[in-house]
């Protein structure tokens, strides 16, 4: 089943087009790979998924339904999180209430304080930073503020979730360790798509890779096929 | 320690809100009428810098429309207890003057908190000077009256009031803060984009906390202008209570349920002491005090408690790191 897809869609700044009648299309329980040389839209697509910008022209779809040209937060609950490029953690509060933010306010609004809180609990626990739970979000090192991203997104009870270079500025030991988040989360039968520089990263645990190139898709497919595509090649390497 | 510190924090924290409560209720009956006026000045700035603090300091938006909501609350005064009969009872005005106020803010939130920085400021200020203009040709030139009068109250009720809306503000702010509510205005004021993206209805936030603040200010300007008596627009919707609570705010310290508190305690007083005690160089103490307290206080007044206490038993600091 698609679980997301998208038509034509389009973003212009200016007169550059930055996204370009890009079609897609994600299923249910699959882990796909955007990639793409630095400016080639991944995050601007993003970013029109989750509805921080709004395509013009194009459609998306999740499970079917249309969700352009909805507030951020409807998404959300709609059952899309996100993670940012430059990671965005509630500096100041300690790292449990980062967490409980996701659970109150997420896919099930109405949740009482006290399963909240053991919610929240329990999924420091599963990104492993149960011993920091009291910190102040900002003075956690960048790879524990990654995952406490991830924890604060897995909190709203997304059915697909968006990681926007989990990996990069990690230490080859912290990607490892994403690389184990990112199947964990996986197996708890949430879809994933993720923006990676990390090859390594991306071609372990994706079922499907994307690639963009000023704003165009040029190749879909398999990690396989996508590491021996001539255009993919092309693009990375010059000819 | 840990343990003594929280229960005997239990006992104190209530205790010390229960003499200050008793202090203030039967303040008329101990103090002297100057008394009385200068605790009403000084609840009144307190009003406007914990209601703009409770907006502002979690937001991180730079409201500057405290005096438009302020000058509300007045002209609501001045319509409805003019000093020919008062319309209705003083009371039922000053929730009034409240409610007014925040419409006023639901709509110009919901038009303006879009704006960041220092485009929502402007605006906000903006807003202050267009009412006061606008009321001001309306008053000169189509209904030609001016100045009004607003009828006589006495002193010990216009401060019991002024007191029970101070009260009542403690007790939101601290409900508030308390709340789920308040948790997403403080992921609001850290970083807006992730807590929209986290499920939080930002604009939704923004634009009840807005309200719930001009609620007040619009309150205490409603009682104020019973003090003031004579109002016309320049009186009503002067720009310096914009600034103040923000200076007062800062002073005290924002990052404290207390700090606005503190701050506009202290800052009323002084400035009502030094202009009746020095009234040549008032502003020119005023002015040094603030530099100074801006300079060397970063957090604030109440920045510098914890600051003093660590200074104070620093060996019992450091075992309290050796546990953690």
Known sequence: MRILEGEGVTKYFGGLAAVSDVDFHVDQGEVVGLIGPNGAGKTTLFNLISAALVPKPGVIRFKGEKITGLKPYKICRMGVARTFQSVKVFGNMPVLQNVLLGSLFGMSPGMSSADAAREATELLEFVGLSAVRATPAKDLTLANQKRLEVAGALATKPELLMLDELMAGLTPTEVAQGMELVTRIRDKGITIVMIEHVMKAIMSVCDRIIVLHHGEKIAEGTPKEITTSKTVIEVYLGE | MNITTFTSKKFWVPGLLL?????????????????????????????????????????????????????????????????????????????????????????????????????????????????????????????????????????????????????????????????????????????????????????????????????????????????????????????????????????????????????????????????????????????????????????GLVGLIPRLIRRWRKGGLKQQHADT
Do not use: C
């Open chain 2, 19 to 299: 003499v200050i409560l008793v202090a203030l209720v039967t303040l008329p009956i101990y103090g002297s009428l100057y008394n009385v006026i200068l605790a009403t000045s000084i609840l009144m700035y307190i009003i406007l810098a914990v209601s703009w603090a409770l907006f502002s300091g979690s937001t991180g938006y730079m409201s500057l429309a405290t005096a438009a909501f302020f000058g509300v609350g007045i002209y609501a005064s001045a319509l409805l207890l003019p000093a020919t009969g008062q319309v209705l009872p003083l009371l039922v005005v000053v929730v009034l003057g409240g409610l007014v106020s925040s419409i006023v803010a639901l709509g110009v939130g919901a038009l303006t908190l879009r704006l960041r920085g220092i485009y929502f400021a402007i605006f906000t200020f903006g807003l202050v000077v267009l009412i006061l203009e606008l009321l001001n040709w309306w008053e000169h030139t189509v209904i030609h009256i001016r100045g009004r009068f607003v009828m006589l109250v006495d002193n010990d009720v216009i401060f019991y009031v002024m007191l029970a809306i101070f009260i009542l503000l403690m007790l939101t702010t601290y409900f508030i803060k308390r709340s789920k509510f308040g948790l997403a205005l403080q992921s609001i004021g850290e970083n807006e984009e992730a807590a929209a993206h986290r499920g939080i209805n930002v604009t939704l936030v923004k634009v009840i906390t807005f309200a719930i603040s001009a609620f007040f200010m619009g309150a205490a300007g409603t009682v104020w202008a019973t003090k003031l008596t004579y109002i016309d627009p320049y009186v009503a919707f002067n720009p310096l209570f914009s600034f103040m609570p923000v200076l007062m705010a800062i002073f005290g310290g924002m990052g404290l349920i207390y700090g606005p508190v503190i701050g506009a305690g202290i800052f009323a007083y002084l400035q009502e002491t030094l202009q009746t005690e020095f009234p040549e160089v008032y502003m020119l103490i005023f002015g040094i005090v603030l530099v100074a307290a801006i300079l060397y206080l970063p957090n």
